[in-house]
């Protein structure tokens, strides 16, 4: 893998990842309230 097809990886696992992660935080209080 060359090192431009990992940053390329890098950036649609963080794609992936942060919505998720930014989410998390907003459903945690969607239940607390």
Not at 18 to 25: F, G, S, V, W
């Amino acid at each position: 893998m060359s090192a431009k097809e990992a940053q390329d990886y890098g950036l649609i696992d963080g794609v992936i990842v942060n919505p998720l992660k930014a989410l998390r935080p907003l459903e945690a209080a969607a239940e607390q309230q």
